[in-house]
């Protein structure tokens, strides 16, 4: 058990960044898809690379938001702007 959880600190650096790195490019992909493609939320998952299967979406209309998360370990969130399209919110540790 103590070498897991040396193995878990060992790697949790790699693990939030590459978590970190999915949830944003799948906010910015299915927002951009969302509400500068027009498509619904479901049809955007088409857009993801392979092995993104672990990322959630949800929307926020009102905002024109999406956000993605990584369960348990990263979420972000990316809005519309008129003339800017799909920008990230800044990250957050």
């Known amino acids: ?11 949790w650096p790699q693990v939030h960044g590459y978590a970190q790195t999915g949830a944003s490019y799948g906010a ?14 479901g049809d955007c998952r088409k857009d993801f690379e392979p092995g993104m299967d672990l990322i959630t979406l949800s929307e926020d209309t009102a905002a024109r ?10 979420r972000q969130t990316a809005a519309y702007r008129e003339g800017w399209g799909c920008v990230l919110q800044p990250w957050s540790d």
């Not at 910015?28 to 939320?41: E, K, N, T």
């Open 65 to 74: 938001s999406v956000t993605a998360r990584f369960p348990l370990v990263a």
């Open 28 to 41: 910015r992909v299915a927002c951009s898809c969302r509400f500068v493609g027009g498509r619904p939320l």
């Open 1 to 11: 058990m103590l070498l897991l959880a040396g193995a878990g600190v060992f790697l």
